[in-house]
């Protein structure tokens, strides 16, 4: 038996003290690469906590170093949204009537793009991949497309009841939909070539309750059915639907029992929720039709209603409020 077997070996409790503390000395970049090259050392690690503790420490030092500064813009009516551009560089602030782009460089009030709609609260935004195009949706149902450099309208809709959700990802547009009388929802996918070409290829409407998030991926459409509101918080269950089908392949309450969910994220092939009881979901999503999706892993997030999910753009951490 060589010296690292006698030191790092898990049965050897007198010894745990002395191993644990050889590996403190070492910064999470090295831990993790001794771990993979070592199998001895890999199974000592996997039965202790010192990689979490390590990547806990790592984390907060560079929190630290980077010195994050806040940025407070003082805008005047009250802001229901916000979208980062991906280059981090600008934000689209729906505040009351309006839609305004400031710059995240500067603390400067002023927007460099202000665009109203008098009649129209904003209640949500979204940006094309190109960052050319900005989407919102209004309490009246109405939905515009604007030019993010011009400020020109390119296309404008009355749609259903008020519109508390958009996702657009690649050409791809949803609209998730809320009844008035928070009787009746409605989910629209949209096909986006041009302004002039902008058509509706599927719509979901039939004993649909009021929806209020909606996410999906190449496979899968996820929305949430509004069931309640609890501390001023919306509730409800998440239906799962393969693109393009009418009818879900899976209802996430019947899985858990509780209609409580108040978000729900896709990434990659898995889903996240959240909820009113602070607990965070991933699910498997299912590959035939006969099975179920499937919760691979489930924690408490914190101590309160789960609000938002966010997964960074590396698909390894999960960002809650």
């Not at 070539?193 to 004993?207: G, L, Q, W």
Request: net charge negative; charged share 20%.
């Amino acid at each position: 038996m060589n010296r690292l077997e006698i030191i790092f070996d898990i049965q050897r409790i007198g010894l745990n003290e002395v191993a644990e503390n050889i590996l403190y000395y070492l910064d999470y970049a090295s831990l993790v690469s001794l771990k993979r090259t070592c199998w001895i050392i890999y199974t000592f690690i996997s039965n202790t906590d010192i990689e979490n503790i390590k990547e806990v420490n790592k984390l907060n030092k560079e929190w630290k170093e980077s010195n994050p500064k806040q940025i407070v813009l003082d805008v005047q009516g009250l802001v229901s949204c916000a979208k980062f551009f991906d280059d981090g560089r600008k934000v689209a602030v729906g505040i009351d009537h309006s839609l305004q782009v400031f710059h995240t460089s500067s603390q400067e009030d002023q927007p460099i793009l202000s665009l109203c709609n008098e009649n129209s609260i904003i209640k949500c935004i979204d940006v094309n991949e190109e960052e050319k195009i900005i989407a919102t949706g209004s309490t009246d149902g109405l939905l515009i497309l604007w030019d993010a450099e011009s400020g020109d309208q390119l296309i404008l809709k009355q749609l259903f009841g008020r519109i508390d959700a958009i996702k657009w990802k690649s050409s791809r547009f949803v609209t998730a939909h809320f009844g008035r009388a928070f009787d009746a929802g409605c989910i629209s996918l949209r096909e986006y070539i041009s302004p002039t070409d902008f058509r509706v290829i599927h719509s979901i409407y039939e004993d649909l309750f009021p929806i209020f998030a909606i996410d999906f991926n190449d496979q899968f459409l996820s929305a949430l059915e509004w069931s309640g509101t609890y501390n001023n918080v919306h509730g409800g269950n998440v239906n799962i639907y393969r693109m393009n089908n009418l009818e879900p392949v899976a209802n996430l309450s019947t899985v858990t029992g509780g209609y409580n969910y108040t978000n729900c994220r896709f990434f990659g092939n898995y889903l996240l929720t959240g909820g009113h009881d602070g607990v965070i979901n991933i699910w498997e999503m299912p590959i035939h039709n006969d099975s179920d999706p499937m919760i691979i892993r489930s924690f408490i997030g914190h101590n309160g209603i789960i609000v938002r999910l966010e997964v960074d753009s590396f698909l390894q951490r999960i960002v809650s409020r």
